[in-house]
């Protein structure tokens, strides 16, 4: 197994952008397992992730822009100053789909942590010491649901240090990233379209088992209230708190417990979208806010961010703790909803060319 870094730059589900939330996410270590001399790494105990992202018709299409002071209308926008090179990947390490940077036991890779942009403690400059071409077109073109290009993207690495005027927006950002990689890479490429395999949230036979929100009004967004203390399945309670949040706990096993107030359920599909990497439609016809809990088996991807070991004191999870429903079932079983897979057209980015080396900086 491999450790993994990650960079602070929230990577969006491909072609899914989701309505403005916050979201926080707090996992609990694993027990760490030995395999031939290489372990995994903890997952993090206290990570905050804050998404914070732009919602267009089926998240697909990015917003237009608009020119912002300093810059006239119909210009390219672009960093104050930027650099792009090619790098070699260290010994031990592996670049892994989503940005993420997996490095083998015993290896010394340096800082390679990919940092920085709107909505970061460090906005106004990016640092990614190591990215590969792929992830960097993602990260400008969030909008397509995948991007079909020439297979040596995904392992050709380069390193972007860019700066950009204060107040920079996330979507200002992502129009200077792909101006700096059209010009450098003398990118051309077009739009296809795909059908996939989606889900359309639906209310389940016997109807739905939510509590509808006291405060049905928008209110404010997150944070959570603090925690209170441990519940018997391992997972923490909370204190009462007003505002519209979600918070996703993984104890070890992947056990996962979901803990949202004040959700519509159309925000609640753009939630269970990001965590399926699927196009998640409501179409449960239920208007208003709600409060809930679903706890569900998760199917963790191994490319989330690296965090120091759990400490001694924190909660674990018996070993014979009752087995929990994948999440298709404890929808239905918990929440009385249902996914049922529907056909969706997606926008797709097709690469035409791409040069291997960027232009000089």
């Not at 993420?100 to 015993?106: A, H, L, Q, S, T």
Request: hydrophobic fraction near 35%; charged fraction near 20%.
């Amino acid at each position: 197994m491999y450790q993994t870094q990650h960079g602070s730059y929230p990577h969006y589900p491909r072609g899914k952008d989701v309505s403005p939330r916050e979201q926080l996410i707090v996992m609990f270590q694993p027990i760490p397992r030995k395999s031939g001399g290489i372990s995994t790494v903890a997952i993090a105990w206290a990570v905050a992730v804050v998404l914070v992202m732009g919602l267009s018709p089926l998240g697909l299409v990015a917003a237009p822009q608009t020119a912002s002071a300093g810059t006239a209308a119909g210009q390219p926008r672009s960093f104050d100053a930027a650099s792009v090179k090619l790098v070699r990947v260290p010994q031990g390490v592996t670049l892994a789909e989503g940005g993420g940077i997996m490095i083998r036991k015993g290896a010394d890779p340096g800082q390679l942590e990919n940092s920085g942009g709107p909505g970061t403690d460090d906005p106004n400059r990016i640092h990614y010491p190591l990215i590969s071409l792929k992830e960097l077109l993602r990260r400008a073109w969030s909008s397509y649901f995948e991007i079909d290009s020439p297979g040596w993207l995904d392992t050709r690495p380069v390193a972007v240090d860019a700066t950009m005027p204060p107040g920079t927006t996330q979507e200002q950002f992502q129009e200077m990233l792909r101006n700096l990689i059209v010009s450098r890479f003398d990118l051309k490429y077009h739009t296809g379209t795909k059908k996939v395999t989606g889900y359309a949230l639906v209310v389940a036979k016997n109807g739905p088992k939510m509590k509808q929100s006291l405060d049905q009004s928008k209110g404010a967004t997150g944070p959570p209230p603090h925690t209170t203390g441990m519940g018997p399945e391992g997972f923490p309670t909370f204190a009462p708190g007003a505002g519209s949040w979600c918070v996703l706990f993984v104890t070890r096993g992947d056990r996962a417990r979901d803990v949202c107030q004040q959700k519509t359920m159309q925000e609640f599909s753009e939630e269970l979208g990001l965590g399926l990497k699927a196009i998640v439609t409501d179409e449960t016809a239920l208007a208003g806010r709600y409060d809930f809990t679903l706890t569900y088996l998760r199917a963790i991807e191994r490319s989330g961010a690296a965090a120091p070991p759990l400490p001694a004191s924190s909660p674990d999870v018996a070993d014979d703790a009752e087995p929990l429903p994948d999440i298709f079932s404890a929808l239905q079983s918990q929440l009385g909803l249902k996914l049922a897979p529907k056909k969706v057209n997606v926008p797709v980015m097709v690469v035409d060319h791409m040069a291997r080396t960027p232009s000089g900086n």
